[in-house]
């Protein structure tokens, strides 16, 4: 039997793959999502819910400010259902060396149109008494937000459904020519298949150049105005895209619901998930140095996730080469989150044959050799 016209498969239900879901059915595309387990469960649940607007590379920088604004959009509508909280950004600079990286990256931000205030030592403090005092200043990005990521994947299952998408159950296990094959047996077809299940998306397509990158998180009672805003060291951008090895970086987050959340850690090619004391000591060791009443709050759960790190740290968004009707959406490493519903205009577009906002050449899976391995 052959596949419907405009009808799509999207494997993964995650944050990434809801929010594609939502994109296609909007274009009226006969959309079935696949997700073996919760809605949002997987590394979706992982992450912290960040909203940031990242700058390494200006590929990173189009990608992360054009999803902000979606999501701004977006949540003008449905902002409880997300918990979305605009608190903004405070990059935290320890000494002049990093006040210097403040100022440039507030150049940078400036002259994309992002609005971003300079601090020094006083307002820092100001700002945020739980800091330490000693520190050099930070630059305010007042436009970053958060979410809780996993209510934020159901409601735009919930918008993908609502547009006549549908939802099954199932683990896919394996691609077949116009579909896929189910751990069960079954088979599913489309005139597309979209593979946005983050790391997971290699089993499937081994020649994927992705690799596990572990991070921890932990969560602690409610603390209500403990911290104002989502801190996080200017360090951390060093750390997050550290090439190998294990690495801790400051990040701290004032949950809507009072809770603090304290970030984080990456490890390269780590595939258990159970929590390690060590890496989880470190992790903390390092915010407290930050804000040392950290050290009076009680810790109610860890947990760890496993973020899908491509070479570049730049998302695969676009057809597989080797594949003319297979799509991928993944690679996302610690921006799913936060480039989820740019990810999904992209990717829709292109299948559409509609035109895009940004640029998506750089984030296009042809930038690696992805040709397929023979089977021995």
């Known amino acids: ?140 990005v007042a436009g970053d937000a958060l979410v809780y990521p996993p209510k934020s994947a159901q409601l735009l299952l919930d918008l993908a459904l609502g547009y006549g998408a549908k939802l099954v159950q199932g683990e896919v296990s394996a691609l077949v020519p116009g579909g896929v094959r189910l751990a069960d047996g079954s088979a599913y077809l489309a005139s597309e298949v979209v593979i946005a299940n983050g790391i997971a998306a290699a089993t499937l397509l081994p020649e994927l150049p992705l690799r596990y990158k572990k991070g921890h998180l932990l969560i602690t009672d409610r603390y209500p105005d403990f911290i104002h805003h989502q801190l996080v060291e200017l360090g951390y951008i060093k750390s997050a895209h550290a090439s190998d090895g294990d690495s801790v970086a400051f990040n701290l987050q004032a949950r809507p619901t009072g809770q603090i959340m304290i970030g984080s ?46 070479p570049d740290g730049l998302p695969l968004i676009g057809q597989h080469p080797e594949h003319p009707h297979v799509w991928l959406a993944t690679g996302h490493e610690g921006l799913g989150i936060t480039t989820a519903l740019a990810t999904a205009e992209l990717l829709t577009n292109q299948i559409c044959g509609l035109s895009s906002q940004i640029d998506t050449v750089p984030y296009l899976p042809s930038r690696f050799d992805l040709s397929i391995q023979p089977t021995t």
């Open 1 to 140: 039997m052959s596949p419907s016209a405009n009808s799509v498969i999207v494997v993964g239900g995650g944050i990434i793959g809801c929010a594609c879901a939502a994109a296609l059915s909007r274009q009226g595309m006969h959309v079935t999502l696949i997700e073996a387990g919760i809605i949002g469960g997987g590394a979706t649940a992982a992450g912290m819910g960040h909203l940031v607007v990242m700058d390494d590379n200006p590929a990173e920088l189009a990608l992360t400010s054009y999803s902000l604004a979606l999501w701004r959009k977006l949540v003008a509508k449905h902002a409880a259902g997300h918990e979305y909280h605009a608190c903004g950004t405070i990059w935290v600079a320890t000494d002049e060396e990093e006040m210097v990286a403040a100022k440039l990256k507030q150049e940078n931000l400036r002259a994309h149109g992002i609005a971003c205030q300079m601090l020094d030592a006083q307002a820092l403090a100001k700002a945020e008494p739980g800091l330490r005092s000693g520190l050099a200043g930070g630059l305010k």
């Open 265 to 310: 850690s990456r490890q390269f090619d780590v595939r258990d998930k159970a929590v390690e004391s060590a890496m989880l000591a470190r992790m903390l060791d390092n915010a407290l140095q930050f804000v040392p009443g950290l050290n009076e709050l009680k810790a109610l759960r860890s947990w760890t996730g496993f973020r899908a790190a491509s």
